[in-house]
């Protein structure tokens, strides 16, 4: 595990959620049942990393930069719709 900055980044509960129904998407269309969350972040980091050094690089930044600050739940306050669906433990 590496550590990004000096605190661990948090996601919000609508990330997780996506990064799971991306994930339930590739494994049954693709026959991967053994990949893991961590391979759907991957490829979509590598897909915006390739993006960015591309002509939509200027409209990516600005896309970035109008969103606006979004507050993370911490694990204790995980809704129990993502506990119930087995997305988060605890």
């Given at each position: 595990m590496f550590y990004l900055g000096a605190h661990?980044?948090?996601l919000a509960e609508d990330d997780v959620?996506?990064?799971h129904r991306l994930w339930l998407d590739l494994t049954e269309?693709?026959?991967k049942e053994n990949a893991h969350h961590?391979?759907?972040v991957h490829l979509a980091l590598r897909h915006l990393a390739d993006d960015l050094t591309g002509p939509a690089h200027d409209t990516?930044?600005?896309t970035f930069a109008a969103r606006p600050p979004r507050r993370t739940k911490l694990p204790q306050e995980?809704?129990?719709s993502l506990r119930r669906q087995g997305i988060v433990r605890g």
């Open positions: 661990t980044p948090q959620e996506l990064i269309a693709s026959g961590r391979d759907v990516l930044v600005a995980a809704s129990g």
